[in-house]
T-cell receptor
Framework: QKEVEQNSGPLSVPEGAIASLNCTYSDRGSQSFFWYRQYSGKSPELIMFIYSNGDKEDGRFTAQLNKASQYVSLLIRDSQPSDSATYLCAVNNGGSQGNLIFGKGTKLSVKP | NAGVTQTPKFQVLKTGQSMTLQCAQDMNHNSMYWYRQDPGMGLRLIYYSASEGTTDKGEVPNGYNVSRLNKREFSLRLESAAPSQTSVYFC?????????????????FGPGTRLTVL
């Protein structure tokens, strides 16, 4: 059974701090990795994807991938109260269909 | 450009009733998906359609059927609803691309349907 593990949180950080969200996955064949943000009562929104080892930056967000350690992370710099949400890590499950396996999410709370 | 749309937004059923959840996308994507989301369980794939005319089971297909009506539309049917099917249902679509080192796909989600089965 392929798995994606996340700390459920809640992760609480002060406004302006760096929030670090972590995810591990079990399938070494996974090639693509995604971070979704989900506000309470809303649908998941894609915020980052990463396909290669290393870092990928987009504004205040940085995704980090280490395939050898089967580890992907999301850093949010200068955290804002509007970043308070549940963050879902998703990993493609191999094969040609492109299906994703989702973690259960980490709830982030940014305190003013 | 509406993206992925779902109807209805809310629905209450009695045990044994049937209903169909509708999903449509205007991004010309080949692949479409149905998920359910339950507290503490995360998103779980019910069925998916890699292209028009094909459908396949996901992780939790029991009690559901799907129809890929055309490239735009993918519906989910509950033939005889049970309380265990109380959940939030999300439809998503994507374009799957890449062969070397892939596949790669970014899935985009609809707003969801909140279903309660009494």
């Amino acid at each position: 059974q392929k798995e994606v593990e996340q700390n459920s949180g809640p992760l609480s950080v002060p406004e302006g701090a760096i929030a670090s969200l972590n995810c591990t996955y079990s399938d070494r064949g996974s090639q693509s990795f995604f971070w979704y943000r989900q506000y309470s009562g809303k649908s998941p929104e894609l915020i980052m994807f990463i396909y290669s080892n290393g870092d990928k930056e987009d504004g205040r967000f940085t995704a980090q991938l280490n395939k050898a350690s089967q580890y992907v992370s999301l850093l949010i710099r200068d955290s804002q109260p509007s970043d308070s949400a549940t963050y879902l890590c998703a990993v493609n499950n191999g094969g040609s269909q492109g299906n994703l396996i989702f973690g259960k999410g980490t709830k982030l709370s940014v305190k003013p | 450009n509406a993206g992925v749309t779902q109807t209805p937004k809310f629905q209450v059923l009695k045990t044994g009733q049937s209903m169909t959840l509708q999903c449509a996308q205007d991004m010309n994507h080949n692949s479409m998906y149905w998920y359910r989301q339950d507290p503490g369980m995360g998103l779980r794939l019910i069925y998916y359609s890699a292209s028009e005319g094909t459908t396949d089971k996901g992780e939790v297909p029991n009690g559901y059927n799907v129809s890929r009506l055309n490239k735009r539309e993918f519906s989910l049917r509950l033939e005889s609803a049970a309380p265990s099917q109380t959940s939030v249902y999300f439809c998503a679509s994507s374009e799957v691309w890449g062969t070397s080192g892939g596949p790669y796909n970014e899935q985009f989600f609809g707003p969801g349907t909140r279903l309660t089965v009494l």
